[in-house]
């Protein structure tokens, strides 16, 4: 039983690991470029939904929805300021354009954690709970029913980016300036607001898990540091840009930390997602999922 | 188009830095601001040890607060648990930060770009989670260590500098031997490089080999003046300090990280006076300069000079900029 139980709320994280590293792997696909400020979006999602409800006596759904808008709003700005020039001709290409991306992603991540902590304060804020009640027993065990509500939260939302993106015309645009911009600019499609649409729906799916985590993480400056990290593990364990493999990693992630903290040791199941992601690395550096990247 | 980068002029300019700050304690006798310069030392060690993996050889590395942490708990643990000194620590902190940069040096000889900077990123974050984590050898609160020279704060001064200067002058021998080209031609072209029978297996170990070592000493030394070993000196934001004085003082170039790490040392120091958090104005600064002055401080200067414009133009072509 405590088995079945270790893997449910592996599981539950996992959904939330896999809509993070989601977010990741959609920028990746479409710019070829690991966004270092990803865990800010959290953050900013976190206080947005827990100031909303506590400061402002917002209810939690709107207070959620206008959490991911304003994660969306900043990815937008993102864009259009630090990441159009990527495909603009200012950066140039091949090792100097990763760096510039690298710059200005890290710096833009500083930027906002320095940013809160002087506007906002180092202290941690709790934020508020999506149901009032504190448990319900499920298949003979415990769990919190906001962590349930939220994942399943989670879950729908992974679904619905998928069946977007796997579909709709909107989504078989994203695929072909994945695939090839240059081609894709060539067919007709507006590559650089299909990269800002993009940019904008990874910016407000990790707002939104910021949001839907609070009550666990809380929120404060440095928040986004655990999420960010989680999610470069699950992209590099499922294949950077491979929606298929952001899911079954993060999945996969949760479960191996809950029977990792439990069997193992729980002061470092921390380390334990590093010491994956420099295995994969160095065994299978295009993951699960990814293909071998070429060089001409 | 003439570059200020490893240029004469950037190689003079260096030492003429270095001797501005050996004329400082001649000017400033507060034991506060001394210490302030101390640890601007401490950053341009580590910032010049950086951007020679990142600036000169294009290895962006995740980790020089992590290999810093090594040389200070190097030390902190020899002190503490065998009471030996610095004269000994220090030395054995260069070798086993060597050691652990020829490790991940050789392990992530395939990585480039953002997978490098992910797998060093990884890297510092679990040795300094297993140095916090291991309170039986490394203590709750940090190791406390015995200072040097009983804690004055000029000759303490003194031999950072001495030691940044020898480090800047075999850097400056390095970069003007073959040895240095090859390094310059693994950051520019590393298949080009290839072609042209550049060992860049051998170079690149090489460059990380240094590197970390180089930290490692900084970390040793700073660790017997700060008189504390703690993980901190390992946080991300150790690195993102030193990587933000980097790009502000100028990848690639030897004086743009003294300049940066001095300067912005200083400027943290009036900036807590203010209010305002260093790091919201430095990385902001960072924003500016990625975006906008690819070559730092040290590249603005020399545009300057030479009556050119500030801003980078487009120059790539549609094929190559949508690829």
């Known amino acids: 039983m405590l088995i079945l139980e270790i893997l449910f709320t592996g599981l539950l994280m996992g959904s939330f690991y896999a809509l993070m590293a989601l977010g990741l792997t ?60 990527l495909y603009t001709g200012v950066i140039g290409a091949g090792a100097l354009r990763d760096e510039y991306a690298i710059i200005v992603t890290f710096g833009l991540s500083l930027f906002l954690i320095n940013l809160s902590h002087q506007v906002l304060g180092p202290y941690p804020i709790k934020g508020p ?65 299909v990269s800002a649409l993009v940019l904008a729906l990874s910016g407000g799916i990790v707002a939104l898990s910021g949001a839907l985590l609070s009550p666990l993480f809380h929120a404060y400056p440095d928040v986004g540091a655990f999420p960010a990290v989680k999610s470069f593990v699950v992209v590099v364990l499922g294949g950077l840009g491979s929606i298929p493999g952001s899911i079954v990693g993060g999945l996969l992630l949760g479960v191996l930390e809950n029977f990792g903290a439990i069997y193992v040791s729980y002061e470092y199941r921390d380390t334990f997602g590093f010491v994956i992601l420099m295995l994969v690395l160095l065994l299978r550096p295009q993951g699960l999922f990814g293909e071998r990247a070429r060089e001409v | 188009m003439r570059k200020i980068a490893l240029s004469p002029a950037d190689y003079r300019l260096a030492f003429v830095v270095l001797g501005v700050v050996a004329l400082v304690p001649l000017a400033v006798r507060s034991e506060y601001w001394l210490g302030v310069v101390i640890t601007g030392l401490y950053f341009a060690m580590l910032a010049q040890n950086w951007n020679l993996l990142a600036g000169i050889t294009g290895l962006f590395s995740m980790a020089p607060a992590a290999f810093a942490m090594v040389g200070a708990y190097t030390t902190g643990l020899l002190y503490h648990h065998a009471g030996l000194g610095p004269w000994i620590g220090v030395p054995a902190a260069a070798l086993v930060s060597a050691a652990v940069g020829f490790g991940l040096g050789r392990i992530t000889l395939r990585l480039r770009g953002a997978y490098l900077a992910l797998t060093t990123l990884a890297f510092s974050e ?16 940090g190791l406390s260590v015995v200072g040097i020279f009983g804690g004055a704060k000029v000759p303490i001064l003194y031999l950072f500098l001495g030691v940044l200067t020898a480090y800047q002058v075999l850097l400056m021998l390095l970069l003007r031997s073959r040895v240095g080209l090859f390094l310059l031609a693994i ?88 209010g305002v958090r260093h790091l ?38 549609d094929a190559e900029r949508l690829a």
């Not at chain 2, 030479?306 to 801003?311: F, P, Y």
Request: net charge positive; with cysteine; charged share 15%.
């Open chain 1, 26 to 85: 959609l920028i990746f696909g479409i710019l070829k470029i690991v966004n270092f400020a990803h865990g800010e979006f959290f953050m900013i999602g976190a206080y947005a939904y827990t100031l909303l409800v506590l400061r402002a006596g917002m209810p939690q759904v709107p207070a959620i929805v206008t959490a991911m808008v304003l994660g969306a709003v900043v990815a937008l700005l993102m864009e259009r300021l630090l990441m159009r020039p």
């Open chain 1, 129 to 193: 709970d999506l149901v009032g009640v504190s448990r319900v027993e499920l298949l003979g065990f415990f769990v919190s029913p906001h962590r349930l509500l939220a994942s399943g939260l989670a879950a729908l939302t992974l679904g619905l980016i998928v069946w977007l993106i796997r579909t709709t015309v909107w989504g078989k645009r994203v695929q072909a300036v994945a695939q090839n911009r240059f081609g894709a600019a060539i067919a007709g499609i507006d590559h650089a607001r």
């Open chain 2, 126 to 141: 679990i040795l300094r989670l297993v140095i916090a984590n291991s309170i039986e050898w490394t203590r709750d609160l």
């Open chain 2, 187 to 274: 950051r520019d072209d590393e298949v080009g490089a290839v072609a042209r029978g550049v060992d860049i297996v051998r170079y690149k170990t090489l460059a990380f080999t240094i590197s970390s070592a180089g930290c490692g000493i900084a970390g040793a030394l700073f660790v017997h003046f700060l008189q504390l070993a703690s993980p901190e000196l390992g946080l991300i934001l150790q690195t993102g300090l030193v990587i933000s004085m980097v790009v502000i003082g100028g990848m690639g170039t030897v004086t743009g990280p003294l300049v940066g790490a001095l300067l912005m040392e200083v400027a943290a120091e009036a900036l807590r006076e203010v």
């Open chain 2, 280 to 317: 919201l104005v430095f990385s902001a600064m960072v924003i500016l300069v990625g975006r906008f002055f690819r070559e730092g401080l040290m590249g603005a200067v020399a545009r300057l000079r030479r009556g050119a414009r500030l801003v980078a133009q487009p120059t790539s072509s």
